[in-house]
C-alpha cells in the first residue's frame, strides 16, 4: 500500500480477462428425455477480450472490452477503473500473475495499487465467478458473424449483469 493512504479509504477490487470469441463455449442444455441437442460451434478464430474488476463491498463494476490483451490494454482499463473509484478512496486491485499485470501500469495512477495472487490460484480470484455467470447465461453456445457482433454480445452480458442489484456482492 503507498505511503499516507488511510486504510479505511481502501476498497478491494478482483480484477480478470476473458477472452470471448467464434470459437466459444459450449454449455449444458435442456433437451427431452433421450435426445441428443445439437450446437453449433464456429471454427474461425476472432476474438475480444473483457477486462472487468468487481468491488463486493460496493456491489460495483468496471468492465472494458478490447481487442487485445497486453500491458498496453492492461494501462487503459486501469485508467478507467481509476476514473471510476470515488474521489478520496484508493483501489488496491488483486490481480493473477500475467505479464502484463506488472507495477509499471500503475506508476501514473496514484489511486490503485496492484496486488499479485500467488501461481495457479485463480480459485482465490471472485472474479473468475463473473467470467462463468457471463458465459453460462449470455455467451455460450453462440455464433458470431464478425469482431463487432462479437463486442456487442460482451457489451450487452456486462450490462445485463452489472444491472441486477446485489449480484455482484452474491457472487463474488
Known amino acids: 500500500m503507498p505511503t499516507g493512504v488511510d486504510a479505511r479509504q481502501v476498497d478491494v477490487w478482483f480484477q480478470d480477462e476473458m477472452r470471448v470469441g467464434q470459437q466459444g463455449t459450449l454449455t449444458r442444455l435442456w433437451a427431452p428425455t433421450g435426445t441428443r441437442p445439437r450446437v ?71 489511486n490503485v495499487t496492484l496486488l499479485k495472487l500467488p501461481p495457479a490460484a485463480p480459485e482465490l480470484n471472485p472474479a473468475e465467478q463473473v467470467w462463468q455467470q457471463l458465459r453460462r447465461h449470455h455467451l455460450a453456445n453462440r455464433c ?29
Do not use: K
Open 40 to 110: 453449433v460451434r464456429q471454427q474461425q478464430y476472432t476474438y475480444a477480450y473483457v477486462f472487468g474488476a468487481v468491488c463486493p463491498a460496493r456491489d460495483e463494476a468496471v468492465g472494458l472490452i478490447l481487442p487485445t490483451v497486453n500491458l498496453e490494454a492492461m494501462t487503459v482499463y486501469l485508467q478507467t477503473l481509476s476514473a471510476a473509484v470515488l474521489a478520496g478512496r484508493h483501489a488496491l486491485v488483486v490481480v493473477d500473475g500475467a505479464g502484463w499485470h506488472g507495477p509499471s501500469v500503475t506508476a501514473a495512477l496514484p
Open 144 to 172: 458470431f458473424s464478425d469482431y463487432e457482433d462479437i463486442v456487442q454480445a460482451c457489451c450487452e452480458a456486462w450490462n445485463a449483469f452489472t444491472s441486477l442489484p446485489g449480484t455482484i456482492r452474491r457472487l463474488c
